[in-house]
């Protein structure tokens, strides 16, 4: 089977770094995406990463260690408008066409 | 610019009933999904395409139907509606081989009494 977890909520205070961990246990592993939802909304990719390591891009970055099956995605520099969903979502099974969402965290920013 | 547009936006329909969702996207892009997503368990696919008739089943396929006759267009077709399948449809697509990212719709708000 497949899994995943994340924690089911954050909060964290404007300006603050707040780092949303994903555990996975999955067949075929390719990579691990993040996305954000934010409510009402629709799913917007933030990051992918097919390799270990740190990927940057602006005030968000997503790690993977694909050894430990884990990986993180950290913000920082948080702003109200980052108050949202965030899934961890591994790209799995043959040929890596399925991507999989977990039930996501929610990241409540407070003033 | 379009990009991926799903119609209808809300629908309200009766168990039993046959019932399509569309999926149009103006990229041209190889792979499009479908997914539903109820509280709780995040995004769930249903089916995915990697081009025109070429289908595959993902995670939660009972009791849904899909077609690729054209590259832009993804529809799914619910053959005889449950109330268990009252939910939010996402429909994605996108142009790498690694499916990342994948470029969202707004989603289809179904309601099934």
């Known amino acids: 089977g497949q899994s995943l977890e994340q924690p089911s909520e954050v909060t964290a205070v404007e300006g603050a770094i707040v780092q949303i961990n994903c555990t996975y246990q999955?067949?075929?592993?390719?990579?691990l995406s993040w996305y954000q939802q934010h409510d009402g909304g629709a799913p917007t990719f933030l990051s992918y990463n097919a390799l270990d390591g740190l990927e940057e891009t602006g005030r968000f970055s997503s790690f993977l260690s694909r050894s430990d099956s884990y990986g993180y995605l950290l913000l920082q520099e948080l702003q109200m408008k980052d108050s949202a969903s965030y899934f961890c979502a591994p790209r799995v099974g043959t040929g890596g066409f399925k991507t999989i969402f977990g039930a996501g965290t929610r990241l409540f920013v407070k003033a | 610019d379009a990009g991926i547009t799903q119609s209808p936006r809300y629908k309200i329909t009766e168990t039993g009933r046959q019932v399509t969702l569309m999926c149009h996207q103006t990229?041209?892009?190889?792979?499009m999904f479908w997914y539903r997503q109820d509280l709780g368990h995040g995004l769930r696919l249903i089916y995915y395409s990697a081009a025109a008739d070429i289908t595959d089943k993902g995670e939660v396929p009972d009791g849904y139907v899909v077609s690729r006759s054209k590259t832009e267009n993804f529809p799914l077709t619910l053959e005889s509606a449950t109330r268990s399948q009252t939910s939010v449809y996402f429909c994605a697509s996108s142009d790498r081989e690694n499916n990342q990212p994948q470029h969202f719709g707004d989603g289809t708000r179904l309601s099934i009494l």
């Open positions: 990229w041209s892009h190889s792979y």
């Open positions: 999955t067949s075929g592993f390719y990579g």
